[in-house]
């Protein structure tokens, strides 16, 4: 890892470099669903509306994850491009194509990040079913 006064100019991390990360930072609760949330949706992507609804929370999944996301770039020595897109760091984003509704924006986590929530088995069989089930409700609800 860097040290937080050498910012290092490469926008994205490898995946040993999360691994490395997240064997000293594990996540809080809240933080470790919205990755598994993410990691388990299909294809590794979901909308923002879809981790709000997930999560309880009316909306504001883009501040929460974006914050996050903006820790982890800080704290791993990584620059983000741009301040107001810290999920980036996390996953990729896409707006829908009838507008830039800010709820519906997809985001598709990164196969660094993939690759590295594999490595640290993360992504087991229990932890599957109850984000599955959160997903699940989700759909419900934004039906």
């Known amino acids: 890892m860097e040290d937080k006064n050498n910012i290092t100019e ?5 995946a ?6 997240f064997k000293n930072n594990y996540p809080g609760q809240t ?11 299909p294809e590794h992507a979901l909308t923002s509306e879809m981790m709000s609804v997930a999560m309880g929370w009316k909306a504001g ?32 984003f896409e707006y829908p194509e009838d507008g830039q509704e800010e709820n ?3 985001w598709t986590m990164r196969p660094e990040l993939i ?4 490595s640290l088995n993360w ?3 229990e932890a599957k079913k109850i984000i599955d089930r959160d997903l699940s409700n989700a759909e419900l609800m934004l039906m």
């Open 104 to 106: 519906r924006c997809l």
């Open 10 to 14: 490469y926008l994205y991390p490898s």
């Open 123 to 125: 992504d087991t069989d």
């Open 16 to 21: 040993n470099q999360f691994v490395e990360y």
């Open 115 to 118: 690759e590295a929530i594999h």
């Open 61 to 92: 999944a883009n501040i929460h994850y974006g914050r996050f996301a903006g820790k982890i770039a800080e704290e791993m020595g990584f620059r983000l491009p741009n301040e107001n897109f810290q999920v980036s760091f996390l996953a990729t």
């Open 31 to 41: 933080q470790e669903k919205m990755l598994l949330l993410n990691y388990f949706s």
